[in-house]
């Protein structure tokens, strides 16, 4: 049994896999202020009050984290909590049989480069990467496995929040599809500048992309990932395959490839 963890800037993502199989996955909040011991609290929480009849099945850990206080945090609960199981940490120095084609490869995201592994494996290539998070970014893998490059926009809270705080009538709302486009009040206004803007962001980010990666855009597989992704991804014309748990799939293969 393999846990699989993604830390994000804002969510951190546990799953349990019985080989190819997902059984259990849960989401909380990134707490930079949370030490090791309380990270092992929540995870045994997590685990104790799953389906899995003996925490003692989990045989190996794999991670990627894009936070690095909380990383120091978690390679110590792993030496103190979990000591006997291998554990594989996305790093330099770790097989992904990714290459990465950019100026500076160290400059990647280590959640970037187990998305383009993880949509590889499942789709080929070329495939485009729409990654709904803190940042909503956007990663192109060409037909050889290869990160080619990618962009980075402001995620959906950021921008809400910002708005809120800026816009003196502005104000917080739940993002769900507005009614319309044409709104009739500050609130379905809200939602549908920014249900239907990132949608349109989306679109137009993901078709230059697939532009430049190959002459046949029918090639071209695009697969959104991520917490927010569910908010706008009905609305985008140019996504085929919404793949909520993509990251942990990449961390999969990676401890296979590593440790397994």
Known sequence: MLLSIDVGNSETVF???DSD????????????????????????GL??????????????????CSVPSVQHEMRDMFRRHFGDLPAVIVEPGVKTGVPIRMDNPKEVGSDRIINAL??????????VVVDFGTATTFDAVS??????????APG???????????????????IVRPRSAIAKNTTEA????????????????????VAELTDNPDDVTVVATGGLAGTVVSECETVDVHEPWLTLTGLRLVFERNAG
């Open 15 to 17: 799953g349990l896999f």
């Open 21 to 44: 199989d997902l059984l259990e996955h849960w989401r909380v909040g990134t707490d930079t202020r949370r030490t090791a011991d309380e990270w092992a609290v929540v995870l045994r």
């Open 47 to 64: 685990i104790d009050g799953s389906s899995l009849n003996d925490p003692s099945e989990v045989d190996g850990i794999a991670m990627c």
């Open 118 to 127: 993880a949509a590889s494996h499942l789709y080929g290539g070329p495939s």
């Open 143 to 152: 037909s050889k496995g290869e990160y080619v490059g990618g962009a980075i």
């Open 156 to 174: 959906i809270d950021i921008s809400v929040d910002a708005l809120s705080r800026r816009g003196a009538q502005l104000h917080m709302v739940e």
């Open 190 to 209: 809200l939602r549908s500048g920014i249900v239907f803007g990132f949608a349109g962001q989306v679109d137009g980010i993901v078709d230059r992309m």
